[in-house]
């Protein structure tokens, strides 16, 4: 069975500062980082097996510690984007939600539409979400994607034939679909693997329901298989008890780390393990129970609605919706986070995703046509921050 990666024992809680921006305008007071569950309090936890796929090396390089520098707008007038994939060479795929569009973005900005991904159903929260690529995209050519169908949350693939889209292969169907609560992030793991995450679509119960494919973290292979190491045999089901997943980013250490929506109390980002239970339904942000893990980092749901996640020099970013700010959370290299800081509140809207480029620059979608936010004549727009060391 797929062996947890390693946490550390614990770490510090730091408490809720009072609400007030710092001097420069760019910031806000931290959110709250909450003490990491030992393994022998969590299920699913323990130590990484060094034969597993997805076990992290035994020791990785310290990644240097890097600030956000003056962000630039790299692109304007898209319409609600919501995924990103870099391709090789430093060019993007992005999507946009309702559209339903798949555009090229090259690295000085113009964008070149490659046509509209079939089958998707653009209603409420749902639409064309996540996007990903592999490594091997010279070779492949396939683009991955999550979207909302008429009847489920799907994933598909096709290849990408010059400047079109070529046929389209599901590989997943029936993850659950509403009006909200679609999840939708994907990503490609260190070991090979593609990981996707999903929401309750508005029912509660899934999120508890080993039978749903609602309120996971689930892991397939490039095929869309359950790995034989999964935590259940013959399930995509990696982990459990989340309400909504927009979020997934790998340290350098092959640490998978989760955004999720909170309901009225608390947003979370979650470390996640194979057969972790994050609580949801019955917990919501830290729970202290036993039998589910807490979260590393919790928020008042004002703050954040935390959306895409991304990990560059040395900190966790976390794009905002309703929060309309850059969350910046330092790793401490051993599975923890430590005190969030909020960058650049307000000043460019509903934050979707945020993404590490090639050139080691964040790439930044707004969602400010998204239907709830109050969009400029420039939104949306992409924008590019370059990391500096401070």
Not at 9 to 32: H, K, M, Q, W, Y
Not at 141 to 164: E, H, K, M, Q, W
Not at 185 to 214: H, I, K, W
């Amino acid at each position: 069975m797929f062996r947890s990666v390693r946490v550390a024992a614990v770490l510090v809680a730091t408490t809720l500062l009072a609400a007030a921006c710092s001097t420069d305008g760019n910031r806000e007071p931290p959110g709250r980082a909450a003490p990491l569950p030992s393994a022998a309090s969590s299920p699913g936890a323990g130590p990484p097996d060094p034969g597993s796929p997805s076990a992290p090396p035994s020791a990785a390089a310290p990644a240097p510690t890097l600030r956000p520098g003056t962000p630039q707008v790299l692109v304007r007038g898209l319409a609600a984007p919501w995924g990103l994939a870099f391709l090789p060479g430093g060019d993007a795929l992005v999507s946009e939600r309702d559209s339903a569009r798949l555009l090229r973005v090259r690295r000085d900005g113009s964008v070149q539409p490659l046509g509209a991904v079939p089958g998707v159903d653009a209603s409420g929260e749902g639409g064309l979400l996540g996007i990903a690529v592999r490594s091997s995209f010279d070779t492949d050519r396939l683009v991955y994607a999550y979207y909302t169908s008429p009847g489920d949350n799907r994933i598909v693939r096709f290849p990408l034939i010059g400047d079109r889209l070529g046929p389209q292969q599901v590989l997943v169907t029936g993850i659950p679909v509403s009006g909200i609560h679609n999840g939708g992030r994907l990503v490609f793991g260190p070991d090979g693997m593609l990981y996707a995450g999903t929401g309750d679509a508005s029912e509660r119960g899934r999120s508890q329901d080993l039978g749903s494919l609602g309120g996971k973290v689930l892991r397939m292979t490039p095929e869309g298989k359950p790995p034989a190491d999964n935590p259940v045999r013959g399930s995509l089901v990696f982990s459990r008890g989340h309400r909504n997943v927009q979020g997934l980013a790998f340290d350098p250490a092959g640490r998978l780390f989760a955004s999720e929506f909170g309901q009225n109390r608390f947003d979370e980002v979650n470390a996640i393990v194979a057969g972790g239970n994050y609580g949801w339904p019955e917990v919501e942000g830290a729970g202290g129970e036993p039998r589910f893990r807490d979260p590393l980092v919790t928020w008042a749901t004002d703050e954040s609605s935390p959306s895409g996640a991304a990990i560059a020099g040395g900190a966790l970013y976390v794009a905002a919706l309703k929060g309309q700010r850059l969350w910046r959370i330092p790793l401490d290299g051993r599975g923890g986070l430590g005190r969030p800081e909020a960058l650049f509140v307000g000043r460019f809207g509903r934050l979707r995703h945020v993404a590490l480029a090639s050139d080691g620059s964040l790439w930044v979608l707004t969602s400010n046509r998204d239907g709830r936010g109050d969009p400029i004549a420039d939104d949306d727009r992409i924008l590019r921050i370059p990391l500096v060391r401070g």
